[in-house]
């Protein structure tokens, strides 16, 4: 099990945005110019379609690097049903796997605020892609995200450390999202902002989802990696095990 107290600490201690790596890709960014993605979320759990937007976004960009990311302050979530310790895991599980993925926590949860700890973890000049999906990207441009500061000068500032790769999710088809795009608060930075194709197998895959057939006792092994769903299994048999006081 990794040891998050000390990487906690660092972070909570921390006024400026920061990350704390669990891992560092042995195979990852190591000069200026490379181009890295990130994909932030809560994984809540960890899902195929989180990764498998990662690995296309990697293919069709030419990403050196995936970081895996975790704050541990949600702007727009506050309970989960794992733990940041067994999120964290499962997130560890899933880029062991990979030579040239990361995992790291973040001190700041909005966008603008990662950007910053990204940007300071790696060399000057990195190209940094945030891959997510449609929900989110609409979540970026709402208002109530940035009341402590005007919306349209903290995302110039975001913009200006980080590119967006946006997938469809749900019913959102591409269409949809360069319509989303032409809006006048967002048409500003629509150059900044690329739109990838989804699989029509992922679209409706979550955590959510696999949270509830989890809760119902259905099978979770299409929505999961093999790794995640060992781990589910371990967790839910030690569960078992203190709720039957063996």
């Keep these: 099990m990794v040891d998050l107290q000390p990487i906690l600490e660092g972070l909570t201690k921390s006024d400026r945005p920061k990350l704390g790596f669990i891992l560092r890709a042995p195979n990852g960014i190591s000069q200026a110019g490379q181009r890295l993605g990130v994909f932030s979320g809560s994984f809540n759990p960890p899902t195929v379609a989180h990764v498998r937007m990662c690995e296309h ?8 690097e995936i970081l895996l ?3 541990i302050v949600n702007v727009d ?15 560890l599980a899933v880029a062991q796997e990979r030579s040239d993925w990361s995992v790291a926590l973040c001190s700041h949860g909005r966008f603008v605020e990662k950007a910053k700890a990204v940007a300071e ?3 000057e000049g990195t190209e940094v892609w945030f891959i997510v999906g ?5 979540r970026i441009f709402e208002p109530r995200f940035y009341s402590d500061m005007p919306m349209h000068r903290a995302l110039e500032h ?6 967006l790769a946006v997938f469809p999710r749900g ?9 989303f795009l032409s809006r006048d608060e967002v048409k500003p930075f629509a150059d900044r902002i690329a739109v990838l194709p989804n699989e029509p197998s992922l679209l409706w895959v979550s ?15 299409e929505l999961v990696l093999p790794s995640v769903l060992k781990f589910l299994r371990s967790s839910k048999r030690a569960a078992d095990e203190n709720c039957n006081g063996r």
């Design 57 to 64: 976004a990697q293919r069709q960009l030419g990403l050196h």
């Design 69 to 71: 990311l975790l704050a």
């Design 77 to 91: 979530k506050t309970q989960f049903d794992f733990s940041l310790q067994e999120r964290a895991e499962m997130m």
């Design 121 to 123: 973890a790696y060399p």
């Design 134 to 138: 449609h929900d989110t990207l609409v």
């Design 158 to 163: 975001f913009f200006r450390l980080a590119r």
């Design 171 to 179: 019913s959102t088809d591409e269409k949809a999202i360069r319509e």
């Design 207 to 221: 955590s959510t989802l696999v949270r509830q057939k989890l809760k119902q006792g259905e099978p979770v092994n």
